[in-house]
């Protein structure tokens, strides 16, 4: 996932931050650098990224650097509540409540993944124990509709004229009515024509406008026109999975002041998160925020996986895990911080589970492997390493390879190897 490319350049550009001695003007502005242009890189707008510059100086300027304070935290806390603003799409306008009928409307262009976040809407909400169903308001949907997850999951759906649709489900007792509409691949006027006259027939509570987040910050555009054209009161933001340009079209978005309120992160009906900003900008940071915290000792160049290993054994420990959030602002968000909890959680349980199936000579080779690889290709690929981890599955695959990135980061791998001698220093029967 292109967006974990954000998340590494943005978590190394702070934590080398945190690896210089004595932090002053250049060290911060290189930072600085460093995640202006993974920003860049990910489409965000510049002027965003420009004044969220100028906004982490003026924090940062505003404490006495040269006193007692923590100055690593206090860049890390200007940078974290500066990603927020930027992505921050404030809230909803209209919150369904269970057991009382809404009406939500889908709209977007074709190909947008409206009619895949129709049925992952519903599912959602049906996991926690609402009644939804579903209705089509577009000519050859009702086939789509019936093919797709919606029957599998047994969502009822309609698909002939919505308005009977939504008339026969309200009599039903199903408390969410979920409306999918037309299908054009452009802007143009009659898909505005077609969406008002589904929603004057409907009336919808609810109008949810879904997006492709590949168009980058091009979403500012699109957010805007159908904002002027129907009355949005939230967004859902589809493949978050595929490319560079996610964060880039979030930004967009929050720019117009639409809510977020969903994220689609693949292909499969589970794959759809809640948008919520704090635990988002968290996870982008989330493995240097796991570590900021450990003793330097760590960052020296000295660490084996063995130590990683036992670190990671501690981290799983509540208590650890707890100091970890405790680097994350606000005690208001609670619940969602113990989701947040519970995925670092899992993520740790994972390494070491991948490390218990190891033994000491296994991890040793496959560092050098890894070794290896950054000093020759570089590009380390799943089809490569599935050459080394035969038996390994894609998921344990990336498990390894998100596990080994982590040690890189730490270990500041390259530094050491050019200490070393670089490959030419490695015993060959390693190899
Ligand atoms: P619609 O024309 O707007 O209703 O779009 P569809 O729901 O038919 O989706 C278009 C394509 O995008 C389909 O192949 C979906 O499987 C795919 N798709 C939808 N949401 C996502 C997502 O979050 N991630 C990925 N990778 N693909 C998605």
């Given at each position: 996932?292109?967006?974990?490319?954000l998340d590494g350049s943005i978590s190394r550009a702070i934590q080398q931050m945190s690896n210089a001695t004595i932090i002053d003007d250049n060290v911060l502005n290189e930072c600085l650098n460093e995640i202006t242009r993974a920003l860049l890189q990910s489409d965000v707008q510049l002027k965003l990224v420009s004044d969220m510059q100028t906004n982490i100086k003026r924090i940062v300027s505003l404490h006495d650097l040269t006193?007692?304070?923590?100055?690593?935290?206090?860049?890390?806390?200007?940078?974290?509540?500066?990603?927020?603003?930027?992505?921050?799409?404030?809230?909803?306008?209209?919150?369904?409540?269970?057991?009382?009928?809404?009406?939500?409307?889908?709209?977007?262009?074709?190909?947008?993944?409206?009619?895949?976040?129709?049925?992952?809407?519903?599912?959602?909400?049906?996991?926690?124990?609402?009644?939804?169903?579903?209705?089509?308001?577009?000519?050859?949907?009702?086939?789509?509709?019936?093919?797709?997850?919606?029957?599998?999951?047994?969502?009822?759906?309609?698909?002939?004229?919505?308005?009977?649709?939504?008339?026969?489900?309200?009599?039903?007792?199903?408390?969410?009515?979920?409306?999918?509409?037309?299908?054009?691949?452009?802007?143009?006027?009659?898909?505005?024509?077609?969406?008002?006259?589904?929603?004057?027939?409907?009336?919808?509570?609810?109008?949810?406008?879904?997006?492709?987040?590949?168009?980058?910050?091009?979403?500012?555009?699109?957010?805007?026109?159908?904002?002027?054209?129907?009355?949005?009161?939230?967004?859902?933001?589809?493949?978050?999975?595929?490319?560079?340009?996610?964060?880039?079209?979030?930004?967009?978005?929050?720019?117009?002041?639409?809510?977020?309120?969903?994220?689609?992160?693949?292909?499969?009906?589970?794959?759809?998160?809640?948008?919520?900003?704090?635990?988002?900008?968290?996870?982008?940071?989330?493995?240097?925020?796991?570590?900021?915290?450990?003793?330097?000792?760590?960052?020296?160049?000295?660490?084996?996986?063995?130590?990683?290993?036992?670190?990671?054994?501690?981290?799983?420990?509540?208590?650890?895990?707890?100091?970890?959030?405790?680097?994350?602002?606000?005690?208001?968000?609670?619940?969602?911080?113990?989701?947040?909890?519970?995925?670092?959680?899992?993520?740790?349980?994972?390494?070491?589970?991948?490390?218990?199936?190891?033994?000491?000579?296994?991890?040793?080779?496959?560092?050098?492997?890894?070794?290896?690889?950054?000093?020759?290709?570089?590009?380390?690929?799943?089809?490569?390493?599935?050459?080394?981890?035969?038996?390994?599955?894609?998921?344990?695959?990336?498990?390894?390879?998100?596990?080994?990135?982590?040690?890189?980061?730490?270990?500041?791998?390259?530094?050491?190897?050019?200490?070393?001698?670089?490959?030419?220093?490695?015993?060959?029967?390693?190899?």
């Amino acid at each position: 996932m292109v967006l974990a490319q954000l998340d590494g350049s943005i978590s190394r550009a702070i934590q080398q931050m945190s690896n210089a001695t004595i932090i002053d003007d250049n060290v911060l502005n290189e930072c600085l650098n460093e995640i202006t242009r993974a920003l860049l890189q990910s489409d965000v707008q510049l002027k965003l990224v420009s004044d969220m510059q100028t906004n982490i100086k003026r924090i940062v300027s505003l404490h006495d650097l040269t006193g007692g304070h923590n100055k690593r935290r206090i860049i890390q806390q200007a940078i974290f509540t500066e990603l927020c603003q930027i992505l921050d799409p404030r809230k909803s306008s209209f919150t369904p409540k269970k057991g009382k009928a809404s009406v939500i409307m889908f709209v977007g262009l074709q190909g947008s993944g409206k009619t895949t976040a129709c049925t992952k809407y519903a599912y959602y909400h049906l996991k926690k124990g609402w009644k939804p169903a579903l209705v089509s308001s577009r000519a050859g949907a009702f086939d789509q509709l019936k093919q797709n997850d919606a029957t599998r999951v047994k969502i009822p759906f309609y698909g002939r004229i919505a308005v009977e649709g939504v008339k026969r489900f309200k009599k039903e007792n199903y408390d969410l009515i979920i409306v999918d509409t037309g299908g054009h691949h452009k802007q143009e006027a009659s898909l505005f024509e077609e969406m008002h006259q589904v929603a004057e027939a409907t009336r919808p509570d609810l109008v949810i406008f879904v997006m492709d987040s590949s168009i980058g910050q091009a979403a500012f555009d699109q957010a805007q026109a159908f904002k002027q054209s129907v009355s949005v009161g939230a967004v859902i933001i589809t493949k978050m999975d595929g490319h560079a340009k996610g964060v880039g079209a979030l930004s967009a978005v929050a720019a117009t002041k639409s809510p977020v309120i969903f994220i689609g992160t693949g292909e499969h009906i589970d794959e759809f998160e809640v948008f919520d900003v704090k635990p988002f900008v968290s996870r982008l940071l989330d493995i240097l925020m796991s570590f900021v915290q450990l003793p330097q000792k760590l960052f020296e160049g000295n660490l084996t996986l063995r130590m990683m290993y036992e670190k990671f054994q501690k981290i799983l420990k509540r208590d650890s895990i707890g100091q970890v959030l405790s680097m994350l602002p606000p005690k208001s968000a609670e619940l969602t911080l113990n989701d947040h909890e519970k995925e670092i959680q899992a993520k740790f349980k994972s390494y070491v589970t991948v490390m218990d199936s190891m033994t000491d000579e296994g991890k040793q080779k496959m560092l050098y492997i890894w070794f290896y690889f950054l000093n020759s290709a570089r590009e380390i690929t799943i089809e490569s390493n599935s050459f080394f981890f035969p038996r390994a599955s894609g998921r344990r695959v990336r498990e390894v390879m998100g596990m080994l990135e982590l040690y890189k980061d730490i270990a500041k791998v390259r530094s050491k190897l050019g200490e070393m001698g670089g490959i030419g220093a490695l015993p060959r029967s390693m190899m």
